[in-house]
């Protein structure tokens, strides 16, 4: 049994996950005695905070990608997540507006295609600003897509005609299959959460890959990567061009599930916030991203309520500075991440323990 | 027959100093070079321009006819050269067969969505590439840590694990930098019993070497470098006693 769980563990591990995201989706599905999710937390996390960790999630992994396995650096990821936000808002609503393509376009499966259409689109956007920005190295590296992911953030609050400029574009469809409503957000919960463990599984088969050995090796030694046949200039591109669809599709579903999309929620704050989410999670740990997410949503949450009377300040602005004591004594303490921090430090004790014994 | 790799007037020039100048040699199929000379004579820059690392400021170089100025490292690998480095480059975040594992990508295909989806041919090929690699530890005498963090190694272990690594990118020519360095005798016994089965195998080597001793046991030719300029070609026997090389190394006092 224990050799089938080791030889197993992530498809275990997977599958464990799955079945618990599923039971606390099923709580407000099924309403047992009368009770709703929020009810089981306290009403401090509700239906609403899990979507949005699950949309989060998604983007986290992306990341995981880029930065923890190729060990390329973004600051801007928030920028390819805003290209899938609007993206899918814009192309899901432009061709009703002006009444184009009528009777396809009004089709259920027109938002479903146009979202695949986003990653597509933001995928290439990637691609081609990847080529010339993935040879810089480190804090240049950083400053490109810095500057990168503000100007996303600038250009979604211009082209009023077409973006809504910094009010925002409203109307985005909820999705439906069939005539099945993807609405509620009970129901939103279950397509955010697969698609964020569908995009769990495929990056670990990924990282577990020759691509991901490619990555790890571009990671520590970029010279020595490229003379073992390792083309790293390729790679690095592939890793961004992922991490950028990974973005694109939770921009996606976060349009969708807002139903409206507008530039405030791209800025340079979310892209700091991301990279902290990575780093809390574990960079080269895909299984730490959901985890990383949950825990900094926390931390927000409780800062944004208790911070005022802490500090006799209005919150909001001083989130960052926690962030960044958090980032650098993870950095210091446990650059693995906390999930795989706290794993190795139970295997040390173990260790130990079994060291006593014998 | 046609040189394995020949280098035509090499030069490399960093902002002013001349690393590599107008250095011409060839390596034959089958052989063992050793290309020697004091510390700065240029041995790595070479290595370094013949892999792809550095591009040289002029001079050309072919591998089995093929011109190799310009292309990448990658590329390079790929047309069947491998090379170590006088520091050895291990990936300290994989495990020791995981670092062979990388040496075989170059002879593997299998893209992003293909291992994304494990696809039947993407686990396949995995399996190919982890017999492979372990095939190529039990060469080097590592394959009971294959699972142990490459770093774990002790420093002669990592060379031996940087040669695997490169032997399995299936080379024809086996570049290794300063292979010895730091290795104590019975270490050294063991690297030349393993260059010499390397190139009984059919492949050929090129190899940059400090210890004289060494390099004069194992080596078929040797070019000796000084100040970026070759100064004598040869057998071991002949270069030893070579008054430029004598001076290069002893210094001009001496002779």
């Known amino acids: 049994m224990t050799k089938f769980l080791r030889a197993h563990t992530n498809s275990v591990g997977i599958l464990a996950f799955a079945i618990v995201i599923a039971a606390l989706g099923a709580v407000d599905v099924f309403r047992p005695f009368g009770l709703r999710f929020s009810d089981l937390t306290g009403r401090v996390v509700t239906m609403d905070t899990m979507i949005r960790i699950g949309i989060l999630t998604i983007v986290v992994v992306g990341l995981n990608l880029l930065m923890g396995y190729a060990g390329q650096v973004s600051l801007g990821q928030a920028g390819f997540y805003a290209l899938g936000a609007y993206a899918s808002a814009i192309l899901s609503t432009l061709a009703s507006r002006h009444k184009l393509l009528i009777g396809v376009a009004d089709q259920w499966w027109w938002p479903w295609l146009m979202i695949a259409v986003s990653m597509a689109l933001t995928g290439g956007f990637a691609y081609l600003v990847g080529k010339p920005i993935l040879r810089l190295k480190g804090n240049y590296l950083a400053m490109a897509t810095l500057g990168l992911g503000i100007i996303i953030y600038i250009l979604g609050g211009q082209f009023e005609e077409i973006t809504g400029g910094y009010d925002g574009l409203t109307g985005v469809p909820r999705l439906q299959v069939g005539s099945f409503r993807l609405w509620p957000p009970e129901r939103y919960y279950f397509l955010v959460w697969g698609a964020a463990i569908a995009v769990i599984v495929i990056a670990t088969n990924i990282v577990n890959s020759r691509i991901g050995r490619a990555l790890r090796a571009i990671h520590t030694g970029e010279v020595a990567a490229n003379t073992c046949g390792v083309d790293t200039e390729r790679y690095k591109v592939q890793a961004l061009v992922a991490s950028a669809m990974c973005a694109s599709l939770a921009g996606s579903l976060y349009a969708h599930f807002q139903s409206t999309v507008s530039p405030n929620p791209f800025n340079f704050r979310t892209s700091v916030e991301l990279v902290v989410m990575a780093a809390v999670g574990g960079l080269s740990s895909i299984w730490g991203a959901p985890f990383g997410v949950g825990l900094i949503f926390a931390i927000r949450d409780l800062l944004r309520s208790r911070l005022e009377d802490i500090l006799h300040v209005r919150g909001g602005e001083y989130e960052l500075i926690v962030y960044g004591v958090m980032l650098t004594l993870i950095m210091i303490f446990m650059p693995e991440g906390l999930t795989s921090g706290t794993v190795n430090m139970i295997r040390k004790a173990q260790r130990r323990r079994a060291v006593r014994e014998t | ?255």
């Open chain 2, 1 to 255: 027959m046609q040189p394995h790799l020949e280098v035509t007037d090499l030069r490399k020039e960093f902002e002013g100093l001349m690393a590599v100048f107008d250095v011409s040699f060839s390596v034959e199929t089958g052989e063992i070079l050793a290309i020697i000379g004091p510390n700065g004579a240029g041995k790595t820059t070479i290595f370094n321009l013949i892999s792809g690392v550095l591009l040289p400021t002029g001079g050309t170089m072919h591998l089995q006819g093929r011109k190799l100025n310009g292309l990448k490292p990658h590329a390079i690998t790929r047309l069947g050269m491998a090379r170590t480095f006088q520091s050895v480059q291990l990936f300290g975040n994989m495990t020791i067969l995981e670092n062979v594992m990388v040496g075989r990508h170059s002879k593997t295909k299998c893209g992003m969505l293909s291992a994304a989806f494990q696809l039947p041919h993407a686990r396949r090929e995995e399996r190919a590439i982890r017999d492979r690699a372990m095939a190529e530890l039990a060469r080097v005498g590592l394959e009971a840590k294959a699972n142990d963090n490459a770093l774990s190694l002790p420093f002669g272990q990592q060379r031996l694990l940087e040669i695997a690594r490169a032997l399995a990118t299936e080379p024809r020519l086996l570049l290794l930098d300063e292979p010895g360095a730091g290795l104590n005798r019975p270490e050294k016994e063991e690297l030349d019993r393993l260059i010499r089965s390397i190139r009984d195998d059919g492949m050929t080597v090129l190899l940059v070497e400090h210890d004289m001793q060494f390099v004069m046991s194992i080596a078929d030719r040797v070019v000796v470098l000084d100040y970026g300029q070759k100064i004598a070609e040869g057998t071991p026997a002949e270069v030893q006693v070579d008054r430029r090389v004598i001076a290069a190394y002893l210094g001009e006092e001496m002779v």
